[in-house]
């Protein structure tokens, strides 16, 4: 075994970053027989070095994150600060300077994730990023080398764990959503502001990572469609019930049916209980992969926390420390299909529709002509009355999601329909 | 990207090497871009080189495995047909004049692993075999890459899809074994003889794998605990469903509480409906892994076929050749733990112990005494009486095998007690 050390910066130092400090301490002897040669923090950069952190020398913590890594004797950054800047310039900075990284930044590899990979092959480095998508669930690893050798079509996955503990726990209680959030929020699972979380934003940044690698193809965060689950009602549960399902926000990513083109994106839907996908409970994540030769494989894990994400982080930090031992690279980025992304209106689906209609003769007959207008199939209709007032339950075969969209608008401008009280995709059948 | 292109021999030409030959055909371009260079079969090497094989041009085809390996231009050896010899021999030989292997041996990994590990890295040379546990699931290259920075505490999963279709179909069913083994046998689940399956012989040999990988530890195929599951009944899935339970084939790698020894075992046991491995259905195969960072994965997928294996090899086989482009090699076998490992007698779980006894006062008594003695607690009983005869149930808090084993052996000697009916683990608590 090589007896000098490999270097190790370390940029961020709050849940995850504390836990990759911790670990690399008390598992050192495990980490050098795996990689090789021993591995040492070399420096910590945090905004506030004065704040007293147990269990790491305050000799190495300073407040000057670009120094840090300008050093040049760094061997591998690690990126735990999040967000947009200054991780982005602090990762250039690293290849500039000679060391790898991995970081655990699902915002930046979605929004820079190109540039960033084309900066880390200038350089000859390895850029790494297994916790940016689903915390402790090996995925990215999964999706880029083990499926290497086959064709992957759908990617569709629960990979936000504070949304899934909300639908979770309004599914099983029938709590609305304000009540089930109040809950998430005190429990922790639920930051003050939730934005991030509720309106998919978080979930579309990885379908925008996962698209990428699935399909060998750049997939911008503005390609992936998004839809938060702030509208999900416990009525909308007690619908999906009756069909035998539940609701899940999802991110899917999926190849069409030609296999020219690719579509993202994050919504609610109903999915039957059958599916792997249903049983998926509290904070936990899981992803469904389909692809042509293994067919279908799911990988279920915690999503999120400072000890799953530090193991993520953890893992590509000895795969990069191999790399730097054998004068080798880890595969980049693999965008050579070069598919267009096709916008939300191709996307095709199955549709849950309930409409709040007058309660007389004729009215199903109109609603179903419009539904045919639009060239989407209706494969079931429930009707219930109560008191002058009466709702139309509809569920479609596939359609478009644009299809689907003009006969909603059209629907709308029928008399008969007082309101379109929710509309939900239903996937995974 | 290069255009010489990696040289690939193909050992077998069955279910599984026809799809690795198909797909290296029909996506030559997809793995080319993925490589950085093309592959090109070089030779297949097949038992009866005069059937004519679709797809595959007859020039290639040869009967001498042997000097197809000997060739000294083949870049990567795909070994696929399975058993110990000439299997052993042939990776031995292709290492020896310069090839790396991918393999989807189990029972030769199980057996020889070190071996042929060793006689890689003496020649510097990869030895990958993804395929050769749990089919198209990535298993092997998280565990020992993404899982790389933890440490490992648990592996439970069900890797043999025989055995898991036969149990499936007697839950569901309520069939006895032989009836749904015969269903498995006409729907071409189970082989002509099934030994290897329903004695847990290929889940032995997976556990073995998996243990020795998990932690970092030679596990041997004579240190794992082998228990098949022929004779699991009707009324054991009776028992099993009045404890929220069902009954899988599980093998089992478990680092011992005070970290210091390992164990190995393949045995049907009861797990709670409310596992994740509960509801594993068929063929399907799926690991649960627990760390103490990542706390607890679990990985799912079809566990056999020929295009789901053939998926795990060509994963295998662009990165064992992007490895021969960069000159560098992947993780070896790593064994620097070398913790004992323990017999079956130290597994600490619980169990559930069907007794058929005499109905009369103070038996339940005596035998409680009987628990007691072996210092096994009792968790719950249960006793049904009829005509003269009663059947006492009884479900133990944890204890060592050897405990059980002594308490199951001081029971049959008590008169009162007219048999043990059955034994079964409970596990995933």
Chains 1, 2 share one sequence.
Do not use: W
Not at 69 to 75: A, E
Request: aromatic residues 4%.
């Amino acid at each position: 075994m090589r007896t000098r050390p490999l270097k190790v910066a370390l940029l961020g130092c709050g849940v995850v970053g504390s836990e990759v400090a911790r670990i690399m301490t008390t598992h050192a002897d495990d980490l050098a027989a795996r990689i090789g040669a021993p591995v040492e923090l070399a420096g910590v950069a945090v905004r506030r070095p004065s704040k007293v952190r147990e269990g790491i020398d305050p000799a190495l913590v300073t407040s000057d994150a670009t120094a840090l890594v300008k050093r040049g004797d760094i061997d591998v950054v690690v990126e735990v600060i999040g967000g947009i800047e200054p991780a982005r310039s602090l990762i250039t900075t690293a290849f500039e300077h000679g060391a790898s990284v991995v970081s655990a930044n699902k915002a930046l590899l979605a929004q820079d994730g190109a540039a960033l990979h084309a900066a880390a092959g200038q350089h000859g480095k390895d850029l790494y990023y297994e916790a940016a998508v689903a915390g402790a669930i090996p995925l990215i690893r999964p999706l880029r080398e083990s499926l290497a050798g086959d064709k992957i079509n759908r990617v569709m996955g629960i990979v936000n764990g504070t949304t899934n503990f909300i639908l979770d726990k309004m599914d099983s209680t029938g709590a609305g959503y304000q009540e089930a959030l109040d809950e998430a929020t005190a429990l922790g699972y639920a930051e003050a502001d939730p934005t991030a979380d509720v309106e998919g934003f978080d979930a579309a940044a990885k379908a925008a990572i996962l698209a990428g690698i699935a399909f060998h193809t750049r997939v911008r965060l503005d390609d992936v469609y998004r839809e938060g689950m702030t509208e999900v009602t416990a009525a909308d549960f007690a619908s999906a019930k009756e069909m035998g399902c539940t609701i899940k926000l999802l991110a899917i990513c999926e190849r069409a049916e030609d296999g020219g083109s690719v579509t993202a994106r994050v919504h609610p839907a109903m999915i039957p209980l059958t599916h792997p996908l249903a049983s998926v409970r509290g904070a936990y994540n899981a992803v469904f992969v389909e692809s042509d030769a293994a067919g279908q494989l799911m990988f279920y894990g915690p999503g999120a926390g400072g000890s799953p994400t530090a193991s993520a982080v953890l893992g590509d930090l000895v795969a990069v420390c191999r790399n730097r031992l054998s004068g080798a690279t880890g595969p980049g980025e693999s965008a050579y299909a070069a598919l267009p992304v096709s916008p939300m209106g191709d996307v095709v689906t199955r549709y849950h529709i309930s409409l709040d209609v007058a309660d007389k003769p004729g009215v199903l007959a109109q609603v179903a002509t419009v539904f045919a207008e639009h060239g989407v199939s209706i494969d079931t209709v429930r009707q219930q009355g109560k008191d002058g007032e009466a709702s139309l339950v509809v569920v479609t075969h596939r359609a478009s999601d644009a299809s689907l969209s003009g006969t909603v608008e059209a629907l709308r401008k029928l008399d008969t329909v007082r309101g379109v009280a929710s509309i939900m995709r239903v996937e995974g059948e």
